[in-house]
């Protein structure tokens, strides 16, 4: 008559990574317990795990939604060690990636059409989300081993270059999905803002999509290795002059640029019915002229992430075009002088943690 | 060997009308000159014409745009009294309607896509717009009448209530056209921010089209009328709790407030990929929290009047579903009087001009 809601408590495991302790402290050898797999459940070592500005964002709690100790990494790639009794695509051996999300609620509109991204209850993150199997909160790729539910776990289809394959799980999706909901493709002209670890990846996929790619940067000595990644056209945005050449040309521009800036810029570049889509969100919410939008019907709009399937249809896609992202390959060890690296951009355009140093 | 760029100018005849001599001038009795009709022209006597916020603004000069004298007006119905030899589509005696456009570039992208409202050179204005024919600038509705390219002159299938067919021609397309646009139909949740002379329509069209349809205003005591007009429900956007029930379930919204208001209080009602949209640009740039973009994949959009092919469509449309403008029809010589009325939102909705009083 009686049933419980508390799901047991599963066997555990000890694991070691690399974690802060409180928003001041630096990462730090950390050891945790990870769940033993559950019949539906994937046991991957880490192999490499790419480094995002939102991992440094989480572990300084700049987003003041931390919850310590934070594990962060959310761009993993590795070797399946252990596969539950249920599980179907995957067997000891394979390769697999995590990335954002390691849960969502899987009965929504949403979940059921595979944008799990927009769970209506939400979707769990891979780090800092509670953890409902063994309480606490979830701990991200900075770690030996990782244990995830199968279906958000994806095939690794381009076996020779894992290490540039680990950023594909969230700067590469990130990209790709915009580009592929605003139906980019040949014979469009298309931009992408900043050239950073987003940046650079929306480059490459927009040109491997066919479409005609500029580049809208805020330094000149970016030119030369924009080109050299895929854009057609580099345009220095602080230069009017430059900007005005490309007034009601563009069908989509993807802004991956977080710092402060102005949209209106961006948004008179569009023509009629096109698109500005944001993947970073300024600190402070930026200002719109609104006659920008009603005069040639443009939309500004909001991208996060992408679904399941779809990343690993953008893991696809790359394998196939032969994409991997630019890495600076890195110990862990040198994990806080990254974090000081990145925020100067002293990066092209992705650091990666090879998790054999830990 | 040589030819002449300059368009010889046509012969004209003096029309009567009421303009405005200057931004503080009141609209008085004003005698003008219209082209006799060219080859491709249509002669109308104009009976009626709608009062549009428009009209006001332009007649005071509170765009910084107007050249005067000003005669405003263009949501003109009437009655063809010539046609040019080259006319097919008119002949005397016919309905006749013309809206916010009299000519545009007719080339580009957009008028060959019949978005002659989004052309790339700039679509003429029925009043305050450079008139290519008799030099100066064009004049609108407040007159006798009017001669206007074939093109740019609609049919009117409703012979029965002509008052309130004439604010179809500003208002009515003005909604009509997103509700279009972003395919609002049977089984959409659709909100309208806003119950003046566009929201009234805006609540009609979208009924006509389907939707269960959300009225959102502040004024608690306009529940009652809105559910006349069409709305299903009707929520005080000041009531924050009323506002919660419901986030995240909108389809699309569209916004026809100009004053200052919170864009991000509809945002977070719209489900994942829905639209707001805004066919009135408040005076200050509106503050937009990038999140609330992101996180359902959502859009901020504008949209403009609509082109000509789809203005014949709106009409065709409100005579089917028998919807016109609900209007307080005027002698034009209280025109003076009902701008004043129409600042303090005191008219329910649209103030037209019975031209028959001039």
């Given at each position: 008559m009686f049933t419980t809601l508390v799901a047991a408590v599963p066997a555990k495991t000890k694991t070691a990574g690399y974690g802060a302790t409180s928003a001041s402290a630096p990462l730090a050898p950390f050891s945790f317990a990870r769940r033993e797999p559950l019949p539906q459940d994937v046991q991957i070592e880490v192999l490499y795990c790419g480094v995002c500005h939102s991992d440094l964002h989480t572990v300084r709690n700049e987003w003041n939604n931390a919850t310590f100790p934070v594990v962060p990494g959310h761009e993993i790639v590795g070797r399946v060690t252990a596969v539950g009794?249920?599980?179907?695509r995957f067997k000891v051996g394979d390769l697999a990636a995590v990335g954002c999300m390691v849960d969502s609620c899987r009965t929504c509109a949403n979940c059921k059409a595979g944008l799990e991204q927009y769970c209506d209850v939400a979707f769990v993150g891979t780090y800092n989300s509670p953890d409902k199997h063994l309480g606490g909160m979830t701990y991200g790729g900075y770690s030996k081993s990782i244990v995830v539910d199968e279906y958000f776990v994806l095939h690794v289809p381009?076996?020779?270059?894992l290490a540039g394959v680990a950023p594909l799980l969230c700067a590469g999706i990130t990209t790709y999905s915009p580009l592929r909901h605003w139906k980019v493709s040949k014979g469009q002209k298309v931009g992408i803002v900043g050239l950073g670890g987003l940046g650079h990846m929306g480059v490459k996929l927009a040109n491997a999509m066919g479409a005609h790619v500029v580049l809208f940067t805020?330094?000149?000595?970016k030119k030369e290795d924009a080109q050299r990644l895929g854009a057609h056209e580099v345009v220095v945005s602080k230069n009017q002059k430059e900007m005005d050449?490309?007034?009601?040309?563009?069908d989509f521009i993807l802004d991956t640029v977080s710092?402060?800036?102005?949209l209106n810029a961006y948004l008179t570049l569009i023509k009629r019915d096109g698109t500005l889509t944001l993947v970073g969100a300024p600190p402070q919410p930026p200002t719109i002229e609104v006659f920008n939008l009603i005069f040639k019907r443009r939309q500004l709009a909001g991208s996060l992430i992408g679904g399941i399937p779809e990343t690993q249809e953008m893991l696809d896609f790359c394998a196939k075009h032969k994409l991997t992202s630019d890495v600076e390959v890195i110990p862990i060890q040198k994990i806080n002088e990254a974090y000081e690296r990145m925020l100067r951009s002293d990066v092209k355009y992705r650091f990666v943690i090879d998790m054999a140093s830990l």
């Amino acid at each position: 008559m009686f049933t419980t809601l508390v799901a047991a408590v599963p066997a555990k495991t000890k694991t070691a990574g690399y974690g802060a302790t409180s928003a001041s402290a630096p990462l730090a050898p950390f050891s945790f317990a990870r769940r033993e797999p559950l019949p539906q459940d994937v046991q991957i070592e880490v192999l490499y795990c790419g480094v995002c500005h939102s991992d440094l964002h989480t572990v300084r709690n700049e987003w003041n939604n931390a919850t310590f100790p934070v594990v962060p990494g959310h761009e993993i790639v590795g070797r399946v060690t252990a596969v539950g009794s249920d599980v179907k695509r995957f067997k000891v051996g394979d390769l697999a990636a995590v990335g954002c999300m390691v849960d969502s609620c899987r009965t929504c509109a949403n979940c059921k059409a595979g944008l799990e991204q927009y769970c209506d209850v939400a979707f769990v993150g891979t780090y800092n989300s509670p953890d409902k199997h063994l309480g606490g909160m979830t701990y991200g790729g900075y770690s030996k081993s990782i244990v995830v539910d199968e279906y958000f776990v994806l095939h690794v289809p381009d076996k020779t270059n894992l290490a540039g394959v680990a950023p594909l799980l969230c700067a590469g999706i990130t990209t790709y999905s915009p580009l592929r909901h605003w139906k980019v493709s040949k014979g469009q002209k298309v931009g992408i803002v900043g050239l950073g670890g987003l940046g650079h990846m929306g480059v490459k996929l927009a040109n491997a999509m066919g479409a005609h790619v500029v580049l809208f940067t805020t330094s000149p000595n970016k030119k030369e290795d924009a080109q050299r990644l895929g854009a057609h056209e580099v345009v220095v945005s602080k230069n009017q002059k430059e900007m005005d050449r490309h007034l009601g040309s563009f069908d989509f521009i993807l802004d991956t640029v977080s710092a402060p800036h102005d949209l209106n810029a961006y948004l008179t570049l569009i023509k009629r019915d096109g698109t500005l889509t944001l993947v970073g969100a300024p600190p402070q919410p930026p200002t719109i002229e609104v006659f920008n939008l009603i005069f040639k019907r443009r939309q500004l709009a909001g991208s996060l992430i992408g679904g399941i399937p779809e990343t690993q249809e953008m893991l696809d896609f790359c394998a196939k075009h032969k994409l991997t992202s630019d890495v600076e390959v890195i110990p862990i060890q040198k994990i806080n002088e990254a974090y000081e690296r990145m925020l100067r951009s002293d990066v092209k355009y992705r650091f990666v943690i090879d998790m054999a140093s830990l």
